[in-house]
């Protein structure tokens, strides 16, 4: 089974047309099962299912399942039929699995293809995760309130704590995880000690929100470039504000200095995650100038796959 030369190019004019800073789909993953599958009228759709297992103490527990099934689709024009006809050729394949209960289906794709949506939602994935560009140029001069400052390795504890009250609320709005914090911490130290760029804002002396920040090269053949369009990219890992002072500007001022920063260093432009189930982040990015670039779909545990 493969999937056509047709299908490859008809899938590129897609998210061509979807949404102009998508990378290029290029072909389908080198290892993996291929999935085909057809329309009702008869159109040909195709897909590469990825298994993929994160051994305990892996930092992509922070973000994922286990084990996670990834089906790769090449669905050309055919838009909510083809996805729905990909998905149930899954479900199907599905069945000769038995995964456990830490386990999860998953599928990226651009947060612009309406189409795909209803078909997603119909067999049970749920948009989980969004990754968010913002190539704007930087806003003007943050709030007096605040003081911000890159973080020193002697700030760790209070990094550490501001970046669990994050973990705290995440866990509540999206699936976290009770050892995220121990996770966390050991590559926190490193990047501090290694001078990453990590930002606190203080609020009379006390630190009351943090901004983990790192960089993304998003060089022609690496991951990066998978997701991003070309350029050096600052990636704005975690964002949080000590619960009390939520709501009080700490956070635009923070991120008005990060973005000013990160300019100045000669970022193409900086990028993220958030939940869109999660109530304050969802509202607070596109505030912050950031747009959906691709959405992270989810069915856990894969069995729920419909
Ligand atoms: C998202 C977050 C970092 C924003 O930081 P913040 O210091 O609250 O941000 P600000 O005060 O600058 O702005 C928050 C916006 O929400 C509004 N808001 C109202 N009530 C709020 C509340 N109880 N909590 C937070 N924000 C509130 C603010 O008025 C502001 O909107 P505005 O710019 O239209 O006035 C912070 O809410 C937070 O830590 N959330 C929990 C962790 C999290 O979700 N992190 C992001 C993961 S991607």
Redesign the pocket.
């Known amino acids: 089974m493969t999937i056509s030369d047709a299908l490859i190019a008809a899938n590129r004019a897609r998210f061509a047309a979807l949404d102009p800073r998508l990378p290029d789909p290029g072909h389908p993953p080198s290892s993996g099962e291929t999935l085909v599958a057809a329309t009702p009228d008869g159109r040909r759709v195709g897909g590469v299912v990825q298994v993929r297992t994160h051994p305990p103490g892996t930092l992509d527990l922070l973000w994922s399942a286990a084990q996670v099934w990834q089906l790769f689709p090449f669905i050309g024009d055919t838009g909510t039929e083809g996805m729905d006809a990909l998905l149930r050729a899954w479900r199907h394949r599905m069945d000769a699995e038995s995964p456990g209960p830490d386990s999860a289906c998953t599928v990226t794709w651009p947060s612009r293809d309406a189409e795909a949506v209803r078909a997603f939602l119909d067999h049970g994935l749920i948009p989980i995760s969004t990754l968010a560009l913002r190539t704007a140029p930087p806003p003007g001069p943050p709030s007096r309130e605040h003081t911000v400052r890159r973080a020193q390795p002697e700030d760790f504890e209070e990094v550490l704590a501001l970046t669990e009250?994050?973990f705290?609320?995440?866990a509540l709005?999206a699936y976290g995880r009770p050892e995220a914090s121990e996770l966390q911490a050991p590559q926190l130290e490193r990047n501090l000690e290694a001078g990453a760029p990590i930002w606190l804002?203080e609020d009379d002396g006390v630190a009351?929100?943090v901004a983990d920040c790192g960089w993304v090269n998003a060089a022609p053949g690496s991951w990066a470039a998978e997701l991003l369009p070309p350029g050096t990219w600052g990636y704005?890992n975690?964002?949080?504000?000590?619960?009390r002072?939520?709501?009080?500007?700490?956070?635009?001022?923070?991120?008005a200095v990060v973005h000013r920063a990160f300019h100045r260093m000669g970022a193409t432009g900086t990028y993220?995650?958030?939940?869109p189930t999660?109530p304050?982040?969802s509202?607070?990015?596109p505030?912050q100038g950031y747009r959906p670039l691709w959405t992270y779909w989810e069915v856990r545990p894969a069995s729920a796959l419909r």
């Open positions: 009250h994050t705290d609320y995440t709005v804002a009351v929100a704005v975690n964002v949080g504000t000590e619960p002072s939520r709501g009080r500007g700490a956070g635009q001022a923070l991120m993220l995650y958030y939940n999660n304050l982040s509202v607070f990015w505030q």
